[in-house]
């Protein structure tokens, strides 16, 4: 089965400077989807950025970027500039080619701090 | 993306009462996904509910429990039947959209259950 692991259960950043956020995850398959979500205080989840396992270039979405290492199964997201508004749940989401289901890690708690 | 709304929002139930809990689609979707979020945890998968035919439950779902319905492309509901305070949840849908079947989220449904 797969799995997917935040091992920083909080991370905190000052206002404008940079943060990453680490997550690994295990599969077998070769065709998979690799994703970052945000869950501020509203609940709402925000899909944050998309990597699809077969481009070897990073995905980029304005200040958030990805280090995918796709042979050692890392997908961290780097939050450049950091505003007060990025204070949220973050949450890495794998999910197979050809199967819809999402599978979460259990998140990282971004504090931002003015 | 698609815009995606729940209701209600949230609710106090009573134990051993039923609520059923809205999803709304601004577009017509043929995936939509039921998740349930516990006070502090990440999000597991209850259900796929596709229109036309039976909902498919994940492991440790039942559909007596949390029956489903998927009447039409754009709506669903789940109810939570027989309601316990380990219930009390927060609990998600969401729709897969876009040239890369992104899921995206309802604003969700906290239900807390006395």
């Known amino acids: 089965a797969q799995t997917v692991t935040q091992s920083q259960p909080e991370m905190s950043v000052q206002e404008a400077e940079t943060v990453t956020l680490s997550c690994t995850y295990d599969?077998?398959?070769?065709?998979?989807?690799l994703f970052w979500y945000k869950q501020p205080p509203s609940r709402q989840m925000i899909l944050v950025i998309r990597q699809e396992a077969y481009k070897q270039q990073n995905a980029t979405e304005n200040r958030f970027s990805v280090n995918f290492q796709k042979a050692a199964k890392s997908f961290s997201l780097k939050i450049s500039d950091s505003q007060l508004g990025d204070a949220a749940m973050y949450f890495c989401?794998?999910?197979?080619?050809?199967?819809?289901?999402?599978?979460f890690g259990k998140g990282t708690l971004l504090t931002v701090n003015p | 993306s698609a815009v995606i709304s729940q209701k209600p929002s949230r609710d106090i139930c009573q134990r051993g009462t039923s609520l059923t809990i809205q999803c709304q689609v601004d577009s017509q979707v043929t995936m939509m996904f039921w998740y349930r979020q516990q006070p502090g945890q990440s999000l597991t998968l209850i259900a796929t509910a596709n229109q036309g035919s039976e909902a498919t439950y994940e492991s440790g779902f039942v559909i007596d429990k949390f029956p489903i319905s998927r009447p039409n492309l754009t709506f669903s509901t789940l109810t939570v039947s027989n309601m316990s305070p380990e219930d009390s949840s927060i609990y998600l849908c969401?729709?897969?959209?876009?040239?890369?079947?992104?899921?995206?989220f309802g604003p969700g449904t906290r239900l807390t259950v006395l």
């Open positions: 969401s729709v897969e959209w876009g040239a890369y079947n992104e899921q995206f």
């Open positions: 989401a794998y999910r197979r080619g050809s199967n819809y289901k999402l599978t």
């Open positions: 599969t077998s398959e070769s065709d998979y989807y």
